[in-house]
């Protein structure tokens, strides 16, 4: 017996009908089945990990600007306490320090006031680029299709660069999440005309959703061998 793709379940009629008559076809919207299902599963998920992004970006972008304003302040402070540290340990002056956790602050606190600035608007532009990427993939949109593979594709020479340089945990999974992001947008998506482009992907779609599916898939429309 043939496995059917759709569930039935007969239910009572209502007790406060708020209509007569059932409404015609126009007028009820069938939810989504089949893959434009599933595309739409996986684009929200992907839309959830842009949001993410979006919210660490942002809070990046305000704490750079954030020490920019009081850069001096804690600049003082940090080799103050550094040097303090150092001295208890029997080290020598935190400039001498060339390599490492203290050489990177280091070279963050010699930043300039407008580099720093320069710094949190590029943080925060690109933010809100992943927050564009986040609510047009919500939507399903073909064009935050193209955008996310195009923000993301721009990027993967430099994160294969980082995990040649050094390798993480969280830098490789960052890494293997982007190429399935962008193999499953160019691939499966059909972008840039691949494997017949939105055309190909819109006839797909409307096999699967409509009336006309519905009623292919339907119990009793197929024939049943004896």
């Known amino acids: 017996m043939p496995a059917l793709r759709d569930s039935w379940l007969?239910?009572?009629?209502?007790?406060?009908?708020?209509?007569?008559?059932?409404?015609?076809?126009?007028?009820?919207?069938?939810?989504?089945?089949?893959r434009p299902l599933r595309d739409k599963i996986v684009l929200r998920l992907i839309a959830i990990d842009r949001a993410f992004h979006f919210v660490v970006l942002a809070l990046l972008s305000v704490a750079i600007f954030l020490f920019a304003a009081n850069q001096r302040a804690l600049r003082?402070?940090?080799?103050?306490?550094?040097?303090?540290?150092?001295?208890?340990?029997?080290?020598?002056?935190?400039?001498?320090?060339?390599?490492?956790?203290?050489?990177?602050?280091?070279?963050?606190?010699?930043?300039?006031?407008?580099?720093?600035?320069?710094?949190?608007?590029?943080?925060?532009?690109?933010?809100?680029?992943?927050?564009?990427?986040?609510?047009?993939?919500?939507h399903a949109k073909r064009c935050a299709e193209y955008l996310t593979f195009i923000a993301t594709g721009v990027f993967l020479p430099l994160e294969v660069y980082e995990l040649a340089n050094r390798l993480s945990p969280l830098k490789i999974l960052a890494f293997i999440i982007n190429v399935a992001v962008v193999a499953y947008l160019l691939y499966a998506k059909r972008l840039f005309g691949l494997r017949g482009g939105g055309r190909a992907e819109e006839e797909l779609r409307e096999r699967d959703v409509g009336w006309e599916a519905l009623e292919r898939t339907a119990p009793g429309t197929a024939e049943v061998p004896a």
Do not use: C, M
């Open 76 to 138: 003082d402070t940090f080799y103050r306490v550094v040097a303090d540290l150092q001295q208890g340990l029997g080290g020598g002056p935190v400039h001498n320090t060339n390599t490492g956790f203290l050489h990177e602050l280091d070279k963050i606190f010699s930043l300039q006031g407008g580099q720093l600035h320069l710094l949190g608007v590029a943080v925060g532009a690109y933010a809100v680029l992943e927050l564009v990427e986040a609510v047009g993939l919500w």
């Open 10 to 34: 007969l239910l009572p009629p209502p007790e406060h009908a708020g209509r007569e008559y059932p409404p015609d076809r126009d007028e009820i919207e069938l939810p989504l089945r089949g």
